[in-house]
């Protein structure tokens, strides 16, 4: 998988996916976005909001058992 930038495609709303801004890699989604304004990401894991993501990707499968 490779990283996507955020100014050529943007994850859906319920997507769970790793983001970036560059310096720290986090899991989370988009938690506001409208199409006019830069979307806004969450992560449940350190309760904080990004808004200077550079790129994102989608999470991997989980392995088969």
Same mark, same amino acid.
């Given at each position: /998988?490779n990283?996507?930038?955020?100014?050529?495609?943007?994850?859906?709303?319920?997507m769970?996916?790793?983001?970036?801004?560059?310096? &720290?890699?986090?899991?989370?989604?988009?938690?506001?976005y =409208? =199409?006019?304004?830069?979307?806004?990401?969450?992560?449940?894991?350190?309760? =904080?909001?990004?808004?200077?993501?550079?790129?994102? /990707?989608?999470?991997?499968?989980?392995? &088969?058992?």
């Open positions: /998988m990283w996507i930038d955020i100014n050529d495609k943007k994850p859906r709303c319920t769970d996916v790793l983001f970036t801004n560059g310096d &720290e890699v986090c899991v989370g989604w988009i938690e506001a =409208e =199409e006019k304004e830069d979307p806004v990401f969450w992560d449940p894991i350190y309760r =904080e909001s990004y808004d200077d993501v550079t790129h994102w /990707m989608p999470l991997p499968k989980p392995p &088969e058992s």
